[in-house]
């Protein structure tokens, strides 16, 4: 056997790649078990994306992992800037498909089972944000098998805006006396969310009571939960909820600092 036609195999079988004559192509069959993509993204710019493609020879349970590497500010200084990494994945079988959004972190893992997935990563930091722009390396893996037992299901933290224009990733003010609206993303996955709240007034940290805040989960017609969200942890999304609302019953000067994660099925 010829030495060039050799490596070619051995690069087949072990990448699951060809030879075309003149580029490398990635199969389309399934006839390997390991994928993989990488490319390097840019803080407030959408336009580049990191995209997998993947067909399996089975339809059994695979996994997709994701790492974030190379981070540094686009300006050759030291500081740190903001950057968020958001990965839509879909899942296929038969020309149907189920559709997961997840915040990429290092350590993200996700299960679906399927004959195919797809999967696209672009940055989401808001074009709002005045930190410095950061530039940074996102790769993807799926292989088969599930993901190890964690507490923590995977995330979103969906971006919001407040009455000023400012968009921020999971954080908003809400003002004394008055409540905010965050919408769960549709066909997303969200089976749960994780609602955090601090406070301040005059620069002296508030203890919230339970009359002080309280976490709504409703639709335009019914509400179907209230609770104080900082006696709970991950509290379940019942079916027909389109929407979290965030009341702060104090007076007009102390504001309430809500974070809000939802968690991802997966």
């Known amino acids: 056997m010829k030495l060039v036609p050799f490596v070619f195999l051995i690069l087949t079988l072990f990448t699951g790649c060809y030879y075309s004559g003149e580029e490398y192509v990635m199969s389309e069959t399934g006839a390997y078990t390991g994928w993989s993509a990488s490319r390097e993204l840019i803080s407030k710019d959408t336009n580049p994306a990191v995209q997998l493609q993947a067909n399996f020879q089975d339809p059994t ?7 974030i590497t190379n981070l540094k500010a686009t300006d050759g200084s030291a500081d740190i800037g903001s950057y968020n990494p958001t990965a839509v994945i879909e899942w296929s079988v038969e020309g149907n498909s189920v559709r997961r959004v997840v915040s990429v972190i290092n350590g993200t893992s996700v299960t679906g089972v399927g004959q195919g997935c797809r999967i696209t990563v672009r940055d989401q930091t808001p074009t709002t944000d005045t930190t410095k722009e950061m530039e940074y390396t996102v790769a993807i893996l799926v292989a088969p098998g599930v993901r190890p037992a964690n507490q923590l299901q995977p995330i979103l933290t969906p971006l919001i805006a407040d009455s000023f224009g400012v968009t921020r990733p999971g954080a908003i003010f809400v003002d004394g006396g008055t409540g905010v609206d965050v919408q769960i993303p549709e066909n997303a996955g969200v089976t749960s969310v994780y609602i955090t709240a601090a406070s301040l007034n005059a620069g002296i940290p508030v203890a919230l009571t339970d009359a002080d805040i309280q976490a709504s989960h409703t639709n335009t ?3 179907y939960k209230e609770y104080n969200p900082n006696k709970y942890t991950w509290v379940p999304i019942g079916p027909g909820t389109s929407t979290v609302r965030l009341t702060n019953f ?7 600092l809500f974070n809000v994660t939802f968690g991802i099925d997966g």
């Open 61 to 67: 349970p695979y996994t997709v992992q994701f790492s």
């Open 221 to 223: 017609a019914y509400v």
């Open 250 to 256: 104090m007076g007009p000067l102390t504001q309430v």
